[in-house]
């Protein structure tokens, strides 16, 4: 590198003197065609370009030869150092002065001509690859949520597939034991008819278990694939929610649930049996998530800009308002930061169907404070249905 920078000096050295010296001999050639003044521009054009092209210490060398060779050469009395007039000697010291001045600067401009691009390439090189590590960090970002929507689908699926199949399996091998049995006097008495009756419904209800995780499953798909079907027609809000608290009313019968009903609440256009899924399935997390023998209120009221508000606020111990988001993540209860809820049942998948209804309406949905107590508010904002735009909003 030093060796490079040494050679490159004395090219500019060596290019200086060649320089000036050919500038000498084409201004000679040219006689008295030509007068000092034009021979001083043409050298400081010549120092400027040597300034620029090789640094200031060359150009300083130009400057030195090119007032030597003005002298000698332009200025009477020609062929001689002395100069014959005292205006000529401040020529001569103004050419000197201004050609030196002018290399210094020309080299200094170029110099941070060169330090800004050297910046801006820098700049652009660091851009590159803050660019190259956000895309990194954005894949491994994405790997590692992948990773741990992995790892929530499959506990999901090991506990939520497993225990009912292992309840179905254990209830129908007892019931083959007992009709083997039943056949075989001198074996023990058989299970009878209320411990039969007992493994039936063992069977019959986790087989339904098994059953609404399957549909939760295809309506997650179809929610994310984007191909949820709303069947969508005018009905009554007091309606769908005597409907869904109904549904929910074995799951909440220790509790104390209190309806608030606004008195004119106005007719909504929307899929009843979707929007009642939701009412349900926030009952039930209600009800799941709190002490019995709470309050589990239901209001609903009308909102601004032809919207309707449903709130469904319970008494249980709250959600951080930093998952509050992530709580409506598919599979967020099997996760294991952050997870709020223990040995609780369920898959995790009811809120984010939730929102994926609501949001299919064009409405929202989410979690906020509740006044004075701990427990957990959830707020639903749903279009009545009044404004044609909200149809083909929701289905965007």
């Not at 597939?161 to 056949?183: F, G, Q």
Request: glycine fraction near 6%.
């Amino acid at each position: 590198m030093w060796k490079a920078l040494g050679g490159r000096k004395l090219l500019g050295y060596i290019a200086a003197v060649v320089v000036i010296a050919t500038a000498t001999a084409a201004l000679r050639a040219l006689g008295s065609r030509i007068n000092p003044t034009t021979v001083a521009l043409a050298f400081l054009l010549i120092i400027l370009f040597v300034a620029t092209a090789w640094g200031p210490k060359p150009a300083v060398l130009a400057s030195l030869l090119g007032a030597a060779c003005f002298n000698f050469f332009f200025l009477p009395p020609v062929g001689t150092f002395h100069i014959a007039h005292p205006e000529n000697w401040i020529a001569l010291l103004a050419f000197l002065v201004t050609a030196m001045t002018a290399g210094q600067l020309s080299s200094r401009a170029k110099l941070r001509a060169d330090e800004a691009t050297a910046a801006q390439q820098e700049i652009e090189r660091l851009y590159h690859e803050l660019q190259d590590t956000f895309e990194q960090s954005s894949q491994a970002k994405a790997l590692k949520q992948s990773e741990r929507l992995k790892s929530a689908l499959l506990d999901a699926v090991t506990h939520d597939l497993r225990t009912p199949l292992t309840s179905i399996k254990a209830s129908v091998t007892t019931l083959l034991d007992d009709h083997r049995l039943s056949k075989n006097e001198d074996d023990s008495a058989p299970l009878g008819e209320e411990g039969r009756q007992e493994m039936l419904e063992v069977i019959n209800e986790e087989a339904d278990r098994l059953d609404r995780f399957i549909e939760d499953l295809m309506a997650l798909a179809r929610i994310e694939a984007g191909e949820m079907q709303l069947h969508r027609e005018w009905g009554s809000l007091e309606e769908i929610v005597a409907a869904a608290m109904k549904r929910a009313s074995p799951l909440t019968k220790n509790h104390h649930v209190q309806l608030h009903l606004f008195d004119e609440l106005p007719s909504v256009r929307v899929d009843e049996r979707a929007v009642a899924e939701v009412i349900y399935v926030l009952l039930e997390n209600a009800a799941k998530y709190s002490p019995l023998g709470s309050v589990i209120r239901l209001a609903a009221q009308p909102g601004q800009q032809d919207m309707v508000q449903l709130t469904i606020e319970d008494q249980g111990p709250g959600i951080p308002a930093e998952l509050r988001e992530r709580v409506f993540d598919k599979f967020f209860r099997a996760m294991r930061d952050g997870d709020l809820s223990g040995h609780k049942p369920g898959t995790g998948m009811g809120l984010a169907i939730a929102k994926g209804i609501v949001e299919a309406h064009g409405g929202r949905i989410w979690i906020e404070n509740v006044d004075d107590s701990t427990g957990t508010r959830v707020v639903v904002l749903l279009p009545t249905g009044d404004v044609e735009g909200n149809s083909e909003q929701s289905q965007r």
